[in-house]
């Protein structure tokens, strides 16, 4: 096939798309097929042949090193020597719409809320992954909180609130100690932070002036992620970091995190975060794979945290771990995610 694998664009984790983007493209041209990797945002600018050559000579592929850090998005609109306000680059939507299937390697609030889907929707391309509505709600924290806890699911007590110069005194007086303050719409543990003491607290809802934010309770205990892929659960991952708490550095570092799969926890434990998983990759309507994050507090109580769309396929990702605990290989798991496009779209 001729596989456009679409990564990058200007989300905070557009450095951790790259990384999807040029091991996902590694694989499927290992599988035999025509892939081209295409920055969402860049596109094809610098690309020295016409557009339809692209399957027989692709761009070279990105380095797959993330970085300790997000990139700097500013910068990166700056380089674009086309500096209209659209977010498809150059020659983006021709060489997508020319190819059997596009592999969606974006991550973020470029690429993973809904919006690239929707586009490709209404012009018949077809992607891997999730639809454009379930995309949408999973990338809201606080949406999917209120739904899945309407259907039972167990998630740690939070708020959503607007920071101004007003509200930023009551807030750090009333809101509750320790909680963890999150970027509604944000990933990769972009924009977490957990608080413990006012001042913490105060410094933290100072840097959000104007935003909404969730504040969530903190809840002390181990940390798992447990996907879903074709309607089936994936065995969970329990998720060690050697220093802090899963953050940015922690989950891109090689090395940084100790990651066991599957999960060294209970039969029972296990099936609550599988069923956990399942119920919401279904009550969102997701479809082909997803990726919920679970907290487990030493009395074995067990709160999802959020759902993933667009799980990470990057060399210290989790899916692809929890896949091959059943046997699927990293080149397997491409190649269902094209076949399930396929049948979805095609």
């Known amino acids: 096939m001729n596989v456009i694998v679409l990564a990058g664009g200007l989300s905070s984790e557009r450095n951790v798309s790259l990384s999807t983007g040029a091991k996902v493209c590694q694989a ?15 596109g094809l600018e610098n690309y020295p042949r016409p557009y339809e050559q692209i399957f027989d000579a692709p761009p070279p592929l990105p380095p797959t090193d993330i970085g300790a850090h997000a990139p700097d998005l500013e910068a990166v609109k700056g380089s674009r020597a086309d500096q209209s306000r659209r977010m498809f680059g150059p020659g983006v939507l021709e060489v997508c719409s020319a190819a059997d299937v596009v592999f969606l390697g974006l991550h973020g609030a470029c690429g993973e809320d809904g919006r690239v889907q929707a586009a490709f929707d209404l012009l018949g391309i077809p992607y891997t992954g999730s639809g454009y509505l379930g995309s949408a709600i999973a990338m809201d924290k606080d949406f999917t909180k209120r739904l899945v806890r309407a259907e039972g699911v167990l998630t740690p007590d939070w708020q959503y609130v607007s920071v101004t110069t007003d509200s930023l005194g009551e807030l750090t007086a009333k809101l509750s100690l320790p909680c963890v303050v999150k970027v509604p719409t944000g990933g990769s543990s972009i924009g977490v932070t957990i608080c413990r003491d006012r001042e913490a607290l105060r410094d933290t809802l100072a840097r959000h002036l104007g935003q909404r934010l969730l504040m969530e309770d903190y809840i002390e205990g181990r940390e798992f992620s447990c996907g879903v892929l074709d309607n089936k659960p994936l065995p969970p991952i329990e998720i060690i970091p050697k220093v802090g708490f899963y953050d940015y550095q922690n989950k891109y570092q090689p090395g940084a995190t100790t990651e066991v799969c599957p999960a060294e926890v209970t039969p029972a434990a296990a099936r609550v975060m599988q069923d956990a998983a399942l119920r919401v990759h279904r009550l969102l309507g997701l479809c082909a794979y997803s990726r919920s994050d679970f907290l487990m507090t030493k009395t074995g109580e067990v709160y999802f945290l959020e759902v993933n769309t667009l799980p990470g396929m990057t060399p210290t990702s989790l899916i692809p771990q929890e ?4 046997g ?5 798991l491409c190649q269902r995610l094209l076949d399930l496009a396929q049948r979805e779209r095609g």
């Open 28 to 42: 499927l041209a290992e599988l035999g097929h025509k892939a081209a990797l295409v920055d969402l945002f860049l």
């Open 323 to 326: 896949a091959a605990a059943v």
């Open 328 to 332: 699927v290989s990293y080149q397997q």
